[in-house]
C-alpha cells in the first residue's frame, strides 16, 4: 500500500500533467459529431479518472443541446465556438446541475457565441484560461498545506502506524472535501443570485 507522501508525489505529478485545450488546437474547419468527440478525447485523456471513460460522447453532446446548454449545430456540424462551449461544459458539469450551467451560460450565448458585434467567445476562453498557471501554483501549495497539516493529526493518539496512516489520509481528504464543499456554496449562491436578476427568474 501507497504511503501518503508517496501519495502526494502522485498527485504532483499529476498536476503537471494537467493542461487546458489551446485554442490554436482547435480545427479551423467545422466538425461532424464523431469528431467531436474524437477530439475531446484525445485532448482531455489525462484528466479522465478511469482510462476507459469517454470524455464526450454523443449522448452527451445530445443532452446538453436538449437542456439549452449548448447552440445547436449548423447541418449537424460543429464550430470551434461549439467546442469552447463543450470544454466550459466538460469542467462545469462536474460541480453544477444542467440548470445552474445553462443560467450561467445564457448571458454568453445570447452575446458571445457566433456574434461578431461582440468579445467573441474564444477571446473569453483565453481570458479565463490565461491564469491556469498562477492557479495552479496556487492551488498545489494549498493542497500541499493541507497535506503537512494532515501529518500532525491523531499523533498523539497512540495509534498502530497503519491506522495512524490512514486516518491522517482520512484527515487530508477531508480538508480538501470542505474546501470544495464551501466554494461550491459560493459558486450556487452567485448562480442564484443570477437566477433573481436575470432572464428565466428563480422559481419560488
Do not use: C
Amino acid at each position: 500500500m501507497k504511503t501518503n507522501d508517496e501519495r502526494m508525489q502522485d498527485i504532483l505529478e499529476h498536476l503537471k500533467s494537467i493542461q487546458h485545450i489551446k485554442p490554436e488546437t482547435i480545427p479551423n474547419i467545422d466538425l461532424y459529431m464523431d469528431q467531436v468527440t474524437t477530439f475531446m478525447d484525445a485532448h482531455l485523456k489525462d484528466t479522465k479518472r478511469y482510462s476507459d471513460d469517454k470524455v464526450l460522447t454523443k449522448t452527451m453532446i445530445n443532452n446538453y443541446a436538449k437542456n439549452n446548454l449548448l447552440p445547436a449545430p449548423n447541418k449537424k456540424k460543429y464550430t470551434r465556438e461549439h467546442i469552447l462551449l463543450l470544454i466550459f461544459i466538460y469542467y462545469f458539469k462536474n460541480l453544477l446541475s444542467f440548470h445552474d450551467i445553462e443560467q450561467l451560460f445564457k448571458p454568453i450565448t445570447d452575446k458571445h457565441f457566433n456574434t461578431p458585434d461582440d468579445l467573441p467567445l474564444e477571446d473569453i476562453y483565453k481570458e479565463i484560461f490565461s491564469r491556469e498557471e498562477s492557479d495552479l501554483d496556487r492551488i498545489q501549495a494549498d493542497i500541499m498545506d493541507k497535506f503537512e497539516k494532515s501529518k500532525t493529526a491523531f499523533t498523539d493518539k497512540n495509534l498502530d502506524p497503519e491506522d495512524l496512516e490512514y486516518l491522517q489520509l482520512f484527515s487530508w481528504i477531508s480538508g480538501l472535501s470542505f474546501d470544495v464543499y464551501l466554494k461550491k456554496q459560493v459558486i450556487e449562491k452567485l448562480i442564484d443570485d443570477l437566477y433573481e436578476t436575470g432572464p428565466g427568474k428563480k422559481k419560488k
